[in-house]
């Protein structure tokens, strides 16, 4: 089966883009993907994953790409399948979920800083943006 260069999934709650061009597996992708999605809370526990096939057929890829990063998930702990039922999130979260969300902070972080200093913004004036920004959006 080919593979499509930008295939996208927008199934409920779950938007699954791959690339062809990033050098990352395919499998891989999808599972980066959803963990993210579990970590950021657009996918809840109980939540159905769509079916390898359909996934796969939205997708222009291999079922057996999706079943393997099916796989990687539950060995994760990130979902669970139910024999002849499909494949939940996991009720109990991902075990995982708590460094996987520290995860995409830290990766955010790090273009962050990468942009501010390519556009000469200093650390401090990073942090007070950054601290301005959270009181515009209400947290503490």
């Not at 927008?10 to 992708?29: A, C, E, F, K, M």
């Not at 057996?64 to 139910?82: D, F, M, S, W």
């Not at 969300?101 to 556009?119: S, T, Y």
């Amino acid at each position: 089966m080919r593979f499509h260069a930008g295939a996208c999934l927008i199934h409920y709650n779950v938007r699954i883009h791959i690339s062809t061009n990033d050098g990352v597996p395919i499998y891989l992708q999808v599972v980066n993907q959803v963990k993210y999605l579990v970590a950021s809370g657009k996918l809840e526990p109980g939540e159905e994953l769509p079916a390898i096939r359909v996934l796969a057929s939205d997708l222009l890829v291999n079922p057996n790409t999706i079943a393997r990063a099916y796989l990687e998930l539950e060995r994760a702990g990130v979902v669970v399948k139910r024999h002849g039922a499909g494949t939940y999130i996991s009720d109990a979260g991902s075990p995982l979920a708590r460094r996987e969300r520290l995860k995409i902070l830290h990766d955010r972080i790090d273009a962050l800083l990468a942009e501010a200093k390519q556009l000469n913004v200093g650390l401090d004036e990073v942090v007070k943006i950054i601290r301005e920004r959270n009181e515009h959006l209400g947290h503490e």
